[in-house]
């Protein structure tokens, strides 16, 4: 196995994910919220993010998606697991790992907005690489912009291992 290096230490992800709630927090004021991840890669942000948001009105779910085959974008996203909560009319923030190319991200909201009419959608995205960007969207919160490199943990795997390492690494 190649050397993994450290692009973000545990320290550094939960000092901006304290600066990140503190304007989610804004956004969701005294609504009710729901809280959506995109499983699997998203659990460990989302986790660590929802506990610093303060509303008492907040409800979690969970879309789950596949979209990669051996760590290359396949070009086709699937659900494997849609919404168990009513968001009709709701607020909602979408809490997803990273933003590539943007098509995982594109589909989910074509999926939410047909299906599930909330009535508004965030996006918050822990990492967001832009280089190969194919879709037309912005995330409303960003943790950080990268460069073109794989990276894994904190939930992101290398072909499902290495999402438990507590820290977002690359291989150099
Ligand atoms: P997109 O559809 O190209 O934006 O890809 C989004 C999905 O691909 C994310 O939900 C990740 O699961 C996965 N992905 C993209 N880049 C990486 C990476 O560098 N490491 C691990 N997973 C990645
Ligand atoms: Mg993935």
């Given amino acids: ?61 969970f879309i789950e998606t596949q979209s990669y085959i051996d760590n290359k974008s396949s070009g086709r996203v699937k659900i494997t697991r849609d919404l168990s909560e009513n968001i009709e009319g709701k607020k909602i923030v979408i809490i997803e790992d990273i933003l590539d190319t943007g098509l995982t991200f594109e589909h989910i909201l074509n999926h939410i907005k047909y299906f599930h009419q909330p009535s508004d959608i965030k996006i918050c995205v822990l990492l967001n690489k832009t280089a190969n960007r194919q879709a037309d969207l912005t995330a409303d919160w960003v943790g950080f912009d990268i460069p073109d490199h794989y990276v894994v943990g904190y939930g992101l795997d290398d072909n499902q291992y290495l999402r438990n390492l507590p820290y977002i690494g690359y291989f150099n």
Wanted: glycine share 4%; charged share 30%.
């Fill in 1 to 61: 196995m190649d050397k993994l290096k450290v692009l973000f230490s545990q320290e550094q992800i939960m000092h901006r994910i304290e600066e990140i709630a503190e304007d989610i927090n804004k956004y969701i004021g005294n609504d009710e919220v729901v809280v959506i991840a995109n499983l699997k890669g998203a659990i460990i942000f989302y986790a660590d993010l929802l506990r610093k948001l303060s509303s008492t009105k907040i409800r979690m779910d």
